[in-house]
């Protein structure tokens, strides 16, 4: 639950940082911040994002919103500086959560950004509707857990929990790979362009669709690139090798299967979930856990895995020895799934509609 008269500090007061302020700020928190540039610290508290300058030592939350390179030694500044729950934002997970060794840390990624750029572009509904993936890990606190998702999901952010390793594997996929495709598109077109004067004024709705990332600032990319090299590399090995396929499709007049393809694409396009049911569509999922390393991270993760979306969690625990209950908040139209894989792996849940 979020702290009464609650306080952050944010480092890092850019698109993301300085959005993550106005949103808190507009819900009553007090928010001060971090950052190398004093006259961005000083254009934060002139558009009200900021209360004040510097870490705040009665903070409940940090937030490390720094290039992805940074984020390590910014996550151990904060810790040492303040009791807070700390967080980060970055693109990659697996080399900032082996980098930092504190229970009060939960690595976080907000899967949401803006062609516009820097504090100037900061929105206090930039979150809102985006996917922000969790990534717990055996020694997360689960009490610093809830809180960092209590107050994502309060920002209107819809959480999801997987493994560091998985996250940067699926992002490769869905956000680092789409980003470079798009670059080297739209420089294939430039190039392109130079030969065939007006190319550029051909671009149609499609195009300008396709390419709309590449126009995000190149800044952070280098360092995301190299963060997650391995599963980047695979995933453009991958896209090649469809990429072949439709070739080959193409030059061999090979109508019925660049059909097969093409409808392929279009049902997996149209079949991409869609955020939120209504209050009375829910269902509480009742596990019952013992207070161990890992517990948490295990039934969160495993939601993923089996695609089932939490939409709250609450943690009650046992009067009586180390024991406590984790209620979930799911779709209940996906309760029995879950329950299924949680009773695969171990656990005795139990579930009510609240509808």
Known sequence: MTPSNPRATIVGIGLIGGSLALALRERGW????????????ARAQELGAIDAEG??????????????????SAVAEALAATDA??????????????????????????????????LEGASADLF???????????DTDPEAFTLVRSIV?????????????RHDQLVAVVSHVPHLTAAALMSLAAGRAEEQAGLLRLAAGGFRDMTRIASGHPGIWPDVCVANRHAIVGAVDDLVTAL??????IDNEDRLGLFEILADARAARNSLPTRAVRPGDLAEVR???????????????LSTEVEVNIYDIEIDHSAEGPKGVLVLIVDARL????VGGLMANGYRPSWNPLG
């Open 30 to 41: 007090r928010v001060s911040a971090v950052d190398p540039e004093p006259v961005r610290l």
């Open 244 to 249: 072949g396929g439709l070739r080959d499709r």
């Open 85 to 118: 729950v700390v967080t980060d934002v970055g693109g990659v997970k697996a080399t900032v959560v082996d980098a930092v060794d504190s229970a009060r840390f939960v690595g976080g990624h907000p899967m949401a950004g803006s062609e516009q750029e820097g």
């Open 287 to 301: 596990v019952p856990i013992t207070d161990r390393p890992g517990e948490l991270a295990t039934i969160t993760t």
């Open 55 to 72: 870490f705040d030592p009665e903070a409940d939350v940090v937030f490390v919103a720094t290039p992805v390179g940074q984020i390590p």
């Open 128 to 138: 809102d509707g985006a996917v922000w993936v969790l990534t717990p890990v055996e």
């Open 335 to 338: 309760a029995e799934r879950l």
């Open 153 to 165: 999901t309060s920002l209107g952010a819809e959480v999801v929990e997987v493994a560091p390793e």
